[in-house]
């Protein structure tokens, strides 16, 4: 391929760039050909100098050409603490402009979930979820895409971006299929670790393969050279000046304004000089090139180097403390010697006075060369006039962070103030690294416990296992006060939850109750105490929980969260175990306020959680309220959409929408909730129970519409089987596992899956036979086989049926009986279940009791029943989607 090379110094970074800029420009033509397109992601990959900047520059001159709009933003290494960073600079051009009334308009319901983490809207009080405003910013872009088509959005530096902005950037890449953008990122490789390094190489992975970029060649060295210094400079020199430099464009281009300035002879008798001069291009030789610029142009470079962006004259004046005069004279001593620049105009805008590094690695130098204390210094400095300048503690927490240690009050709570800023804008990362921070300061000693509380709280979500750690060295220490003490203590067991130490936070909060007189904290606990107990699924409960539960719940009338919490409990318990279902809805519906959740109960409270309404929806819906659970159930899927919850709390919700559908018997639309439910799991993580929670339903519903196979596959997919959670799950998944091994014609597989089933429900105490239906399937599966044995279940299950008083449950039991029976008797048995089935909300089960009692009353001679058997086939095929 003949390569048209630049003819200038100016542009080395583009030489040998032929191939590279063919692929941009075939992806610009692409967007631009039809606004229907895919988007495409191009990521360009280069040590340190080999002219990422300078192909994104090039990228944006090919854009601009063809009409495009273009975005960019940068990562800083200095600025990798400050959340949402780069994608605020990639958005902000876009949104600033707007009236407050046009974003919101604009951005819908994401704008107070996206507005804030953008710098466009004040946030909201409580913590923002993470997931939830990762998904804003996604919608917001893609909106904004839409608009304002062809859209190109450039990213220099990404592995410096913050961890929000990656955390974006790999959703975003994820979902390029359907928008029509182009997406071009520049990276070093390596450079950064952990979770930042995991998000960069899912933005790679959503691509293309990446473009490694190449150093130079020799010839295009000397090419380089030749343009820069004359056609005289001979081919040693060039060869030499290849050599020194190792083809990196940016040291050739540094190394060759050196040659030009000490006017050295490009000839082969000068070459020898050459390594000494690229010295002091970087490293320990730019420093000592900047000392010699004077002390007043050092400590400007400093200044701006602390600063890391949005440099100004102005701005590095005040913290350099310069007069202005002296201040715009080191700035064009730094700019005749290569250290800083004017920002490039093609990027856009920018403010009076502007500056920028000439390059990354000049500013790295630089930043590195001031020593540790001054820098430390320095930092507290800007810290305080960013503060002055009205833009809050998280906006100056980066410098805080690098603040030398001192006993400082005021800086803790600065950073404790930072924390919070940072939570509410959904960077829980962010506000763990001022906490810890603020830890070493140290804080004053009765101020330490409630760090490390908020610190614990922090972390709640993304290191259970720290949190933990935190928590408990806040409740070992003075200063919490009586409240705080008791949500530290709740917050530790929730952590434990997580942390799948499920027994470790039942005794804690029972060691705290017991500690605490009687009044409304111990009642709490206690409250927390049960519910912990109730959602564990191991071989045996808490002797006599049941009937303590009882006990106390029998006292409460509601007149707090506390007692309307323990009925709720009592509620969930009491319906686990069969009990009658009147009187179980009793108790559910004392622990309401005017037939709502009480204030401070609610889907997004963080107080008590999710699991008491959870429990109060089930309730409601295995006692065939499902009036009251799907109200319920689909408050909480409103509640985290509009509060931007879109981690397992909303996995959560629709996982309880397709339980609800389930239970109506609408079998389309509980499998299209359940299957939203499980790609929303599998972001935040396999083996949680709302993964189980998904995958159980799932596989219920698949059975129910006849997709036997496809229930097999997703059980495989998604590992439906032992060992088993924890924590309960609805419905249970050993019945639901057995059901669908029977399904698939291992019988005997299914049967052993049945019994163990039988026995965990009853050493748990659980005997509702629609909540833990073992009962049903195991004696079907055992009637020809023990025949007897089958007869017995079948009446036990009817007799637990009776007991709990739902027509679903009768129903149920009843075609479990008549399926056991013959002639007659299985006739008259199946029109009772089809009877107390239409009583109740289960339309499928209702609808497949009818076709089984019109086949055994054809089988009697009864055409007329079959003629119903019929018509209820059709029922069933509405509802199952069966052609």
């Known amino acids: 391929m003949t390569e048209v090379r630049p003819t200038t110094a100016a542009s080395a970074p583009l030489w040998e760039r032929d191939q590279e800029l063919a692929v941009v420009a075939r992806a610009v033509d692409d967007l631009c050909a039809d606004r229907m397109t895919s988007g495409t992601l191009l990521v360009f990959r280069g040590e340190a100098g080999l002219g990422k900047t300078a192909l994104l520059a090039e990228t944006r001159r090919i854009a601009e050409a063809r009409g495009c709009t273009v975005w960019s933003a940068r990562g800083g290494e200095t600025l990798r603490s400050v959340p949402f960073n780069v ?46 405003v990762c998904d804003g ?121 050196k040659v030009r300035d000490s006017e050295l002879l490009p000839a082969e008798s000068s070459a020898a000089e050459l390594r000494d001069l690229n010295r002091s291009a970087r490293g320990g030789g730019l420093v000592a090139r900047l000392e010699q610029l004077g002390i007043d142009a050092t400590r400007f470079a400093w200044a701006a180097a602390i600063l890391g962006d949005a440099i100004t004259v102005d701005l590095v004046s005040r913290l350099a403390t310069m007069q202005r005069e002296d201040a715009v004279r080191c700035a064009e001593l730094l700019k005749n010697a290569r250290i800083l620049t004017a920002p490039d105009p093609a990027a856009g805008p920018a403010r009076d006075g502007a500056l920028e590094f000439v390059h990354p690695l000049i500013a790295t130098a630089v930043y590195n060369s001031i020593p540790d204390a001054l820098r430390r210094a320095m930092h507290g400095i800007a810290a305080e006039f960013v503060t002055d300048l009205g833009l809050g503690a998280a906006a100056a927490s980066r410098h805080l962070l690098q603040v030398h240690p001192d006993d400082d009050e005021e800086l803790v709570d600065q950073l404790r103030e930072a924390a919070r800023e940072h939570l509410a804008v959904g960077a829980p990362d962010a506000a763990r690294r001022c906490l810890e921070r603020a830890l070493e300061e140290p804080p004053l000693p009765e101020v330490r416990a409630r760090v490390l509380f908020e610190l614990g709280c922090a972390t709640l979500l993304t290191a259970p296992a720290k949190t933990i750690g935190h928590l408990r060295q806040a409740l070992a220490l003075p200063g919490l006060g009586e409240d705080v003490r008791v949500d530290a203590v709740v917050r530790l067991s929730q952590a434990l939850l997580h942390n799948d130490q499920l027994e470790e936070a039942v005794r804690t909060v029972e060691t705290e109750a017991a500690r605490l007189p009687h009044g409304p904290a111990r009642l709490r606990l206690q409250a927390v105490q049960f519910m912990w107990e109730g959602i564990h699924a191991g071989e045996a409960p808490t002797p006599g929980r049941s009937e303590r539960l009882a006990q106390l719940a029998r006292t409460c009338t509601g007149r707090d969260n506390s007692e309307r919490a323990l009925l709720i409990l009592r509620g969930f318990d009491a319906m686990s175990r069969g009990e009658n279902a009147e009187e179980v809805v009793e108790v559910c519906d004392r622990a309401l306020v005017n037939g709502r959740l009480a ?22 819906a295995y006692t065939d309220r499902l009036d009251r659970a799907e109200a319920l159930f689909t408050g909480a899927l409103r509640a985290y959409e509009s509060a931007g919850w879109s981690g397992g709390h909303l996995a959560l919700a629709h996982a309880y929408v397709g339980l609800g559908h389930r239970r109506r018997g609408r079998l389309r639309e509980a499998e299209e909730s359940l299957r939203e439910a499980l790609r929303l799991a599998e972001r935040v993580g396999r083996g949680l129970p709302l993964y189980w929670s998904a995958t159980c339903n799932l596989v219920d519903t698949l059975l129910a519409r006849g997709h036997v196979e496809e229930a097999w596959s997703i059980a495989e997919q998604y590992g439906f089987a032992p060992p088993y959670p924890s924590t309960i799950v609805l419905p249970d998944p050993r019945s639901l596992r057995g059901r669908l091994l029977l399904a698939v014609g291992r019988t005997k597989d299914g049967i052993n899956e049945l019994e163990a089933a039988e026995k965990a429900a009853g050493a748990r105490g659980h ?12 004696a079907r599966a055992l009637a020809t086989e023990d025949p007897a044995r089958a007869a017995r279940l079948a009446a036990d299950a009817r007799t637990r049926a009776e007991r709990f008083g739902t027509d679903t449950a009768i129903g149920e039991a009843l075609r479990c009986a008549a399926a056991l029976e013959t002639g007659r008797r299985a006739v008259d048995l199946a029109a009772q279940a089809v009877t107390y089935l239409a009583a109740s909300p289960a339309q499928y089960e209702h609808a497949a009791a009818r076709i089984e009692y019109g086949i055994l009353a054809r089988s009697c001679g009864a055409d007329g029943l079959a003629a119903r058997a019929t018509q209820a086939l059709e029922t069933v095929r509405g509802l199952s989607g069966v052609s």
Do not use: K
């Open 87 to 132: 994608v605020r600079q990639l958005l902000q051009p876009a949104l600033v402009p707007m009236l407050p009334e046009e974003a919101r308009e604009y951005l819908g319901d994401w704008y107070g979930i996206a507005g804030p983490a953008l710098g466009i809207a004040e946030p909201g009080e409580g913590h923002a979820d993470p997931q939830g």
């Open 137 to 257: 910013l996604v919608a917001a872009v893609r909106r904004l895409a839409t608009r304002d088509w062809p859209l190109v959005l450039l990213i220099d530096d990404a592995h410096w971006a913050d961890q929000e902005t990656l955390r974006w950037l790999a959703a975003f890449t994820e979902r390029l299929d359907d928008l029509p953008v182009l997406v071009v990122v520049a990276r070093r490789p390596g450079e950064i670790a952990g979770e930042s390094a995991r998000l960069l190489e899912a933005v790679a992975a959503a691509g293309r393969p990446a473009t490694v970029l190449s150093a130079l060649t020799p010839d295009a060295v000397a090419g380089l050279t030749r343009a820069a210094l004359g056609a005289h400079a001979d081919a040693p020199f060039c060869r030499e000046v290849w050599a020194v430099t190792g083809g990196n464009p940016y040291e050739t281009v540094e190394l060759l304004a």
């Open 599 to 620: 204030p401070g109960l609610g889907w997004t409270d963080t107080q008590w959680g999710l699991e008491l309404p959870m429990m109060l929806a089930s309730a409601y």
């Open 767 to 778: 005997h509702n036979p629609v909540m833990v239906p073992w009962a049903a399937d195991l």
